[in-house]
């Protein structure tokens, strides 16, 4: 009999149920919550008579739609503060950890998740949110839910869900200096296209994964969806385990042993067999940008947008109508290209050593004029690192607005929005249209990039300046 | 959520060939601010819809009197982005039962059956064959028979099948839903979990 993948190892563990001709029931190990994808399913909860099943398995935090500044004070906007009461009230209702507002470890829920150890390896992690994904980088099943499907889990610790396929992609080489995870992640969905993945539950592998840092690796799956996967997903090493040790909700002493036997057997085995693999040379990736209104539109940076005689027919009206959308012909160089606002944040990346990245390259400099730059950090817990380590200062001095943790412009559901017409480059997901407010005009590209044209006051290769410098 | 019965429909249908329409497009952020599931349908497309100033934007095709119908037609790779089922919400709000399309992301794919609307995937050539009948006849008819698992275009009885597990045609033909089915087997869930 063929080896089984991780994903499988996983995958049929959790197995409640196979519905002949329909899904599987599968089980539900955590369950994150927050404030925009509940309320409908505690709203739907409540008319069945249903209780939650398993609370002590769900964690709670509010982070969409939170105002990113006075979080110490009442929420203004009337819609935000009914959602985040809501949020409240049903946790305290049903039992479940809530990490409120202007609380210690509040966050982007992806971000705070693997900092309390609520993200194991080996587990089934869902959330309404496609994000979710992030924490396949602990070697987790973990994929984002419809609002239906938090009822179902809230009443019965389980979804149904039909297996996905299994796809392998591999990065195998050496990285080019100053080539980040966010870098490496943007070229393959450049490879891929944004529906490339669609149908596909993908596991990263190779060099190139196993020398990344944890907080890296949370970044590439991260935007496993944005090729159309529903997760992603990276074999647990050491280095995970070192990450979730002695967190607040992970196994203590003996239990910690007991877990540690059974992670150690999550890898994929040598004679496993995927439905497709996809190979990558690391050598091949340099800094990338998005062009276009979906993260699949991305180049190199010191490239060009593709010309139109190079998009298949049936795809030019669509490509066109996004380059009408960006102020941006087919052809044009990206470097040098005007941009007004520069953000920092996400749970893609704002996370620790994101803020360093930048840091490191603001330490001295000043942000151009022109650019109005923001720092989210991803948790309360990035916060008063960032804060510790000096890094807020120094963001501070080069001008750069230092916000409190929350999605914020990465979807601008509260104030946090980039002006119509105005051009951002954005280390967060997301590139569609209006994505970051109304009329937004979004580059997706890392903190390195991001830091550098905040400097630059345009779009500019970070290496260029890094290495003439 | 109990979802409405469905077996068949003819309907006009609204066309939208454009690929890779997101959920940001089809409910963009700022509306997720509502507690219940209501009211999403008069945000749809919202800023394809409506300029900033909240006036209709002439040419966007749900401001055209002309196209009308409970199934609308997209481009490749519908539904791709957030898991946001208020996306699923917005569609069936503004009356839409059916969506067509040659490729749908997985997550709306979900949260669209979830909420009693049918989407039917097709081959890109009917795809290109449905938005140019409905080209040469804005009030072309267009048959769904969940049974038969068949879409016809009514006028030429040009037809093809599509595709849906078992379990959510009978879900969707009479009504239930998943959380109905899980909790007829919590007996074996509990047991499960015991066992773990």
């Not at chain 2, 429909?9 to 700022?30: H, K, W």
Request: proline share 5%; with cysteine; aromatic share 8%.
């Amino acid at each position: 009999m063929a080896g089984k993948t991780l994903f499988d190892k996983i995958w049929d563990s959790h197995v409640v149920q196979e519905i002949p001709d329909g899904p599987s029931v599968l089980y539900i190990d955590r369950h994150l919550i927050h404030e925009v994808t509940s309320p409908q399913a505690f709203n739907g909860l409540g008319r069945r008579g249903l209780s939650v099943m398993r609370p002590n398995q769900t964690v709670a935090t509010p982070d969409h739609n939170v105002p990113t500044i006075n979080q110490d004070k009442p929420i203004e906007d009337k819609l935000s503060k009914f959602q985040v009461d809501t949020l409240t009230e049903n946790c305290e209702k049903y039992g479940i950890d809530l990490y409120g507002l202007n609380t210690e470890y509040q966050g982007v829920v992806h971000v705070m998740g693997p900092q309390l150890g609520v993200t194991q390896p080996g587990m089934t992690i869902v959330c309404g949110d496609s994000h979710t994904s992030t924490h396949g980088a602990f070697g987790c099943i973990a994929f984002g839910i419809g609002t239906s499907e938090v009822e179902m889990v809230l009443a019965t610790q389980c979804i149904m869900q039909p297996k996905p396929k299994k796809m392998r992609i591999n990065v195998n080489g050496q990285l080019k200096p100053n080539v980040s995870p966010k870098d490496v992640i943007l070229y393959i969905i450049a490879k891929m296209t944004a529906a490339g993945g669609t149908g596909y539950f993908v596991e990263y592998s190779g060099n190139v994964f196993r020398e990344m840092s944890m907080q890296g690796r949370m970044t590439v799956c991260n935007m496993s969806i944005e090729m159309g996967a529903r997760g992603g997903l990276i074999s647990p090493d050491l280095k995970t385990f070192e990450f979730v040790e002695g967190k607040k909700y992970s196994p203590k002493g003996a239990d910690y042993d007991k877990a540690l036997e059974k992670w150690a057997t999550l890898y994929t085995d040598e004679d496993a067999v995927f439905d497709r693999e996809e190979s990558f040379d690391a050598g091949d990736i340099e800094p990338m940008i998005t062009f276009g209104t979906n993260p699949g539109m991305g180049v190199k940076i010191t490239g060009k947008i593709p010309e139109l005689s190079s998009i298949a027919g049936s795809e030019q009206p669509s490509f066109q109508k996004s380059m009408n959308y960006m102020g941006f012909q087919a052809g044009d160089t990206m470097i040098g290209k005007k941009v007004d606002y520069v953000f920092i944040g996400s749970c893609t990346n704002g996370r620790i050593e994101d803020l360093r990245v930048v840091a490191d390259y603001v330490k001295g400099k000043q942000k151009a004029e022109n650019v109005t730059a923001w720092i989210v950090p991803g948790s309360k817990e990035v916060e008063r690192q960032a804060i510790a380590e000096g890094i807020v200062e120094v963001l501070e001095a080069a001008g750069f607005k230092m916000r409190q943790p929350g999605c914020s412009a990465c979807l601008a559901m509260n104030d946090d929005k980039i002006p119509a017409g105005k051009y951002a480059v954005s280390t967060s997901n997301r590139n569609f249209e209006g994505r970051q407010g109304p009329g937004s005009r979004t580059m997706l590209a890392s903190p390195l990039t991001a830091a550098a044209v905040a400097v630059a006051g345009k779009v500019v290769d970070p290496r260029g300046i890094l290495e003439t410098a | 959520m109990p979802v409405a019965k469905f077996e068949q429909l003819i309907s006009t249908a609204v066309p939208l060939p454009i690929e890779n329409v997101d959920t940001d497009q089809i409910i963009p952020a700022r509306f997720l601010k509502a507690t219940t599931r209501e009211g999403f349908g008069d945000n749809l497309f919202r800023d394809w819809r409506y300029d900033k100033n909240d006036q209709p934007i002439a040419d966007f095709i749900l401001n055209n009197p002309i196209y009308s119908g409970e199934i609308l037609v997209g481009g490749k790779n519908f539904g791709c982005g957030s898991s946001r089922e208020h996306a699923a919400w917005a569609v069936g709000g503004a009356g839409f039962k059916v969506v067509v399309s040659s490729f749908f992301a997985d997550i709306f794919k979900g949260n669209a059956l979830n909420n009693g609307i049918l989407p039917i995937t097709v081959s890109d050539e009917f795809l290109a064959t449905i938005f140019s009948e409905i080209e040469g006849n804005p009030k072309a008819e267009f048959k769904v028979d969940l049974k038969n698992q068949t879409f016809t275009i009514v006028s030429s009885g040009e037809n093809t099948s599509f595709e849906i597990n078992g379990y959510k045609k009978e879900c969707m033909l009479n009504g239930y839903d998943d959380i109905d089915y899980l909790l007829n087997i919590k007996d074996k869930i509990q047991a499960f979990e015991a066992a773990m």
